[in-house]
């Protein structure tokens, strides 16, 4: 389970920094706080009961009270955040003067990204909160009334910057068509961490503990795709992130994402996104 909240505290902000390879050992859920993660460096996988998404760096990451996730690499590169945890009785007053809407928004759909300019802002005022908050730390002593004073107007303005600048990535992310049981949950999971490996429904439906046409039924009712087909949309996703990321060539790409024959990871490509992959790439990049 996901670490709570030190006894006796509403706040608190560390610095972390993990290796390429460090994963949940199992799904979690947020306890009884808000989490947010300003994410300096590496990609990561996140799956929630709602939606499915990668986090890149510039990314904030929200998530809500008694949220159940799961993280996985999505790229062998190390990853470090910040990462803040907050009551939600330490923004009772946030929301008494703006209203639960902007909180809502914010927690209801991760992760946010930012232009360069108010990236460089929103991490500044994270590094600013984090290193008030390690002084105080270092002192040994409880946070007087001018302390909280301040730590709460930092993290309100935080999120109201969130709120006003931060825009949904919704082009990577993976909205599920109903909430996600435990068990499909887990199915998703593992096709994340296997997604460049052949993966056959027999194998996912073991995972999840149900009979093949009982999971077929299941997973796609809650996720709103057949298995075969939300596994290559699943890798597609990957597919983007190394267009982008990357110059390997198109043939490289479909073939460390799993697909067996790039002509079919095209084909597919253009289906999903009305566009070959080359021209997405060229589009993306243009953009910059």
């Known amino acids: 389970?996901?670490?709570?909240?030190?006894?006796?505290?509403?706040?608190?902000?560390?610095?972390?920094?993990l290796s390429g390879t460090f994963e949940m050992p199992?799904?979690?859920?947020?306890?009884?706080?808000?989490a947010l993660g300003f994410i300096i460096h590496g990609d990561r996988k996140v799956i929630t009961p709602t939606m499915s998404y990668v986090l890149h760096a510039g990314y904030v990451n929200a998530i809500a009270p008694f949220l159940y996730h799961r993280t996985i690499p999505a790229s062998s590169d190390y990853y470090e955040s910040y990462l803040i945890k907050f009551s939600p009785d330490l923004v009772s007053d946030f929301n008494a003067a703006f209203g639960s809407k902007i909180l809502d928004g914010i927690f209801k759909h991760p992760p946010k990204h930012f232009s360069k300019e108010d990236e460089a802002k929103i991490f500044n005022l994270a590094a600013i909160l984090l290193e008030m908050y390690d002084a105080r730390e270092a002192t040994g002593l409880p946070a007087d009334?001018?302390?909280i004073f301040k730590f709460k107007?930092?993290?309100?303005?935080i999120l109201s910057f969130i709120a006003d600048r931060g825009t949904d990535d919704i082009e990577k992310s993976i909205v599920h068509t109903s909430p996600l049981s435990e068990p499909i949950m887990e199915a998703v999971y593992y096709m994340e961490k296997n997604?460049?490996?052949?993966?056959?429904?027999?194998?996912?439906?073991?995972?999840?503990?149900?009979?093949?046409?009982?999971?077929s039924r299941i997973f796609h009712a809650q996720l709103g795709h057949p298995f075969s087909e939300y596994l290559c949309i699943t890798r597609l996703k990957h597919v983007q992130n190394l267009l982008l990321t990357t110059d390997m060539s198109v043939t490289d790409i479909s073939l460390e994402c799993g697909f067996s024959y790039p002509g079919n990871m095209t084909a597919c490509f253009k289906k999903e996104f009305a566009m070959t992959p080359l021209q997405f790439r060229k589009r993306q990049r243009t953009k910059k």
Do not use: C, Q, W
């Open 153 to 157: 107007n930092l993290l309100f303005t």
């Open 26 to 34: 199992s799904m979690e859920v947020a306890s009884d706080h808000y």
């Open 195 to 215: 997604y460049k490996k052949p993966i056959k429904i027999e194998e996912v439906a073991a995972v999840s503990g149900y009979s093949v046409s009982y999971f």
């Open 145 to 147: 009334s001018a302390t």
């Open 1 to 17: 389970m996901a670490l709570p909240l030190p006894h006796g505290k509403n706040f608190i902000i560390t610095h972390r920094k």
